[in-house]
């Protein structure tokens, strides 16, 4: 395989919001993003963002028609569809529990509380917690505990 460009890991998943500028600014406190690049259009709208944490890249876009591409499908937020999912994204971090606490005072909804996860000793164990962003994208967080 080829080299990916500098400063992009192989595969980068993009998420949408209703109010992506909102968004971002809320990934940012809650879960501990930088921003790496926020292209703003008209009024405010969200063009194209990149965000990292450690060496993970995500984009995060605005939902809902795109009027400089309107022959696309366009993308909706988990919360425009009764909080249908198709994914969940996992994050490294270094202290689970630090980093549930401050998605949690920053209004993530945690729907797993951090606990073990021990495959066996042929395997990992891992502490994770999942949480819910405001527009209903679900993440897990986790902290490998043990490599096999």
């Not at 980093?99 to 509380?113: V, Y």
């Not at 996860?117 to 994208?137: C, I, K, L």
Request: glycine content about 8%; charged content about 20%; proline content about 8%.
């Amino acid at each position: 395989m080829n080299a990916t460009p500098t400063g992009w890991p192989r595969i980068t998943p993009a998420v949408f919001f209703d109010d992506a500028a909102t968004a971002i600014d809320w990934l940012c406190q809650a879960f501990g993003f930088d921003v790496r690049l926020k292209v703003e259009g008209d009024n405010g709208r969200i063009e194209h963002s990149e965000l990292v944490y450690g060496e993970g890249v995500i984009m995060v876009g605005q939902a809902g028609p795109n009027p400089r591409r309107p022959e696309m499908q366009y993308p909706t937020s988990p919360k425009t569809v009764s909080g249908a999912n198709t994914q969940v994204l996992m994050l490294y971090v270094d202290d689970v529990d630090a980093h549930c606490a401050r998605a949690r005072a920053a209004g993530a909804t945690i729907f797993s509380d951090p606990e073990v996860h021990d495959y066996g000793p042929d395997h990992w164990s891992d502490r994770s917690y999942g949480a819910v962003d405001p527009e209903g994208h679900h993440w897990w967080f986790t902290q490998r505990l043990r490599n096999p």
